[in-house]
């Protein structure tokens, strides 16, 4: 399933997975602090991420956590 994640310029913490590019970019311009930057990842199926995060991408698909 095509996801995205937001990537953080100076952080590892970028596990949560958004069901679309939109949600993404909302969630990122709100947690971003000045001068931090990032970018928002596209993933399918097989993203590393969500098969090693501390969640499933599935997992929050299912209880509804995707913001």
């Known amino acids: 399933m095509v996801h995205f ?3 953080w310029s100076d952080s590892k913490l970028d596990w949560e997975a958004f069901q679309n590019r939109e949600d993404a970019i909302a969630q990122a311009k709100e947690l971003a602090r000045p001068g931090e930057t990032y970018v928002i990842e596209q993933f399918d ?7 090693t995060g501390p969640t ?3 997992t929050h698909l299912i209880v509804g956590e995707n913001r």
């Open 56 to 58: 499933s991408f599935q």
């Open 5 to 7: 994640h937001i990537h």
């Open 45 to 51: 199926g097989t993203c590393p991420r969500c098969m």
